[in-house]
């Protein structure tokens, strides 16, 4: 099966979003996603872009994405944060995933970056024994830590 991966485009996020929207399906969160397409538009595309994104296409249908940001470690200095990697499930296989990440990796060195992070759920066997595979680390003694817009709201209001 042929395919190409490409930066993506401002008109590619209409799809972009749908897989997101897999994914959340996928890891049991279906209503968690609260950014629309719009969102992904103006913070990708507008002046000062968060984020940069390669697609996966299959007859030149969007089957994947590489979702990824600039972040700096303060061990490591300059970084990449690998957001999501999504194929979708009936193309899993292909070696879609394995493109894209690719493309992610050779980015990244490119830049110069010391390390690429990303996170996978302790459940998902798959995606840790594809990233094992090749290479990558799974830090399995480190948890991830976030603080929700409403805990943002709520620390504040404590200050």
């Known amino acids: 099966m042929g395919f190409t991966i490409r ?11 749908q897989l997101i929207k897999e994914l959340a399906i996928y890891e049991k969160e ?3 996603v609260q950014i629309t397409i719009t969102d992904l538009e103006n913070d ?4 000062s872009p968060q984020f940069e994104c390669f697609v996966g296409e299959i007859d030149s249908k969007i089957e994947g994405i590489a979702l990824f940001y600039n972040r ?22 292909t070696g879609l995933g394995t493109a894209l990440l690719n493309e ?10 010391k ?5 996978v759920l302790d459940w998902n066997e798959p995606a840790i ?19 929700s817009e409403q805990g943002i709201k709520d620390y504040i209001s404590k200050l």
Do not use: C
Request: net charge positive.
């Open 30 to 32: 279906p209503d968690a």
């Open 104 to 113: 992610v990796i050779k980015y990244g060195h490119q830049l110069g970056v």
């Open 7 to 17: 930066k993506a485009k401002k008109e590619d996020m209409a799809a972009v979003f």
């Open 115 to 119: 390390r690429i992070n990303w996170e």
């Open 72 to 93: 700096y470690s303060t061990w490591k200095g300059r970084a990449l944060h690998l957001e999501d990697l999504i194929v979708r499930e009936d193309k899993r296989g």
């Open 129 to 147: 024994s594809f990233y094992e595979k090749k290479g990558a680390k799974v830090m399995r003694d480190w948890d991830v830590v976030q603080l």
């Open 44 to 47: 990708g595309f507008g002046l």
